[in-house]
């Protein structure tokens, strides 16, 4: 392979038009139409930009675009939903693969499984799947790709019940670094197809996901309940409580933030500091008070939006929290559990809060998730009982932005000792090194540079949160 030049102005006008004649998909370049949404991210604090996109419209295409990448030393990323913290699916000065053509989807209701394509979005897959009544574990933020998801372990509601979205992986068709279409699952390919759960985009270009489904909802319980910042002791002492004794079918996600300017937040508590519950439901509607009466006893809430709904709007009633192209600063860590003093030092991390629009606060894991071997896949990491966060996000003109990221960096510092050390790969900024991404995958590490080293010898795809092959 002809090293990566990392800019792809080093190519001549033939070659170019040698892809453009290899591939169906558009080739596009910036100014052309369709250009500004193809690299348009989520996060706006990552400022980079590919020379070149191509829209593959299949595996064919893809294949076609990896060859090239390999023959051309070319920077190659690639792009699901682009929500990635870190902005990895842009190749800066190269060229970025932008899936979001191959957006096809079947569900096959009696076999439970799904097969989706790897432009995808969260509200495609739970839209299609709920109209039989099934689901399989994705995130809470609809927008978001599938892919990057997935290829990272893949955490949501269901986590609880059925695991990291990668435990519901039953296959995968990829595009290796040598350009071959291969099949990937427990049997075919096996070692790629545990690199692949968790690994990230790290092993080949995913062309399609199989899921396996299970039945949930369409209709569940949940939404979101806060109480004043004033009762952040007691309700941190309740939330610990009610995560270690509720049943696998109830998650409850803990938020500190300043209560937004939303119609059903009363007026009196917009910007005001508040101790919030994201609550989902999803198991049998006969035992659902029981799992929901340590919640209630709470009492005296000032906001508060549970009710029956459909799944679908449980999955997606938090998409404007997360405007596109606002600029994000997190830092996460995994837990194991909510000590005291852990408790103590999020109340006081959130206290000191000065950014209208930050969160601290925790995703509830375990159940079914830490019931895996550490090896099942690579996603490893089974210890985690919640993922915490600090998080941080203001506008791009935004005055106080070096003295807001500097919170998110001192907050993560005073919580970071109640870590078991690592961390979602999905949630890594761009100034997380390596070290961290080592850590995250833990005894898995070895494995997936092996495996690595199988796949993709050279590194051509490490515009991701790279496994590095051995020299
Ligand atoms: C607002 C928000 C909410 C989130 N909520 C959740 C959540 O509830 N649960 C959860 O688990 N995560 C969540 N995440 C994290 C999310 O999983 C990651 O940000 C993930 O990378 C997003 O996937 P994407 O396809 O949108 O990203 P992209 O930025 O498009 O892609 C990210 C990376 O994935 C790889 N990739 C993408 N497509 C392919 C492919 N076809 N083949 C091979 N590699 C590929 C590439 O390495 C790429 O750099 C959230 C993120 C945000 C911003």
């Not at 574990?137 to 927008?143: A, K, N, P, R, W």
Request: one cysteine or more; charged letters at 25%.
């Amino acid at each position: 392979m002809t090293a990566i030049t990392n800019d792809i102005a080093n190519l001549t006008a033939e070659q170019l038009e040698e892809l453009d004649a290899r591939v169906d998909g558009p080739l596009l370049r910036a100014g052309d139409e369709g250009w500004d949404d193809a690299v348009l991210i989520w996060n706006g604090i990552v400022a980079r930009f590919p020379a070149l996109v191509l829209q593959p419209t299949s595996a064919d295409d893809v294949a076609a675009a990896v060859g090239f990448a390999r023959e051309h030393g070319v920077l190659l990323g690639i792009k699901g939903g682009g929500h990635n913290i870190a902005g990895t699916s842009i190749a800066e000065r190269g060229l970025t693969l932008d899936m979001s053509r191959m957006r096809e989807l079947t569900v096959d209701p009696e076999a439970r499984l799904a097969q989706v394509g790897p432009g995808c979005l969260l509200k495609d897959v739970d839209r299609a799947t709920q109209e039989h009544g099934l689901a399989t574990v994705l995130g809470f933020i609809s927008e978001v790709g599938v892919a990057g998801l997935t290829l990272g372990g893949g955490l949501g509601y269901l986590s609880r019940r059925f695991g990291w979205t990668v435990d519901n992986l039953e296959e995968v068709e990829i595009v290796t670094a040598d350009g071959e279409i291969r099949v990937a699952n427990r049997e075919q390919h096996a070692d790629l197809f545990w690199a692949v759960r968790g690994g990230g985009g790290n092993f080949g270009v995913v062309t399609r996901f199989t899921f396996r489904l299970h039945e949930v909802g369409p209709i569940v319980y949940g939404g979101l309940i806060a109480w004043p910042f004033e009762r952040v002791d007691e309700i941190l002492r309740a939330y610990r409580t009610i995560t270690t004794e509720s049943p696998a079918e109830l998650t409850v996600w803990m938020v500190l933030l300043h209560a937004p300017p939303l119609p059903f937040v009363p007026e009196e508590w917009h910007g005001r500091k508040i101790c919030a519950m994201v609550v989902c439901y999803s198991g049998d509607p006969d035992k659902m008070d029981e799992a929901l009466a340590p919640i209630r006893a709470l009492g005296a809430p000032v906001v508060e939006v549970l009710q029956e709904w459909p799944y679908t709007q449980q999955q997606s009633f938090l998409d404007e929290s997360e405007p596109k192209g606002a600029h994000y600063y997190w830092k996460t860590e995994y837990v194991s559990e909510l000590s005291d003093g852990l408790l103590a030092a999020v109340r006081d991390v959130f206290a000191e809060c000065q950014i209208p629009e930050a969160q601290v606060g925790f995703l509830q894991l375990g159940g079914v998730l830490n019931q895996h071997a550490e090896d099942d896949g690579a996603v490893g990491n089974r210890d985690a009982r919640y993922a915490l966060g600090v998080n941080g996000m203001w506008e791009a003109d935004e005055p106080n932005a070096d003295a807001f990221r500097q919170w998110v960096r001192d907050g993560w510092a005073r919580v970071r000792p109640f870590s078991t050390g690592r961390t979602y790969i999905n949630f890594q900024t761009a100034d997380e090194g390596e070290e961290r991404v080592r850590a995250t995958y833990g005894a898995n590490w070895d494995r997936l540079v092996r495996i690595k080293k199988t796949y993709d010898p050279d590194n051509l795809f490490r515009a991701n949160r790279n496994i590095q092959p051995p020299a």
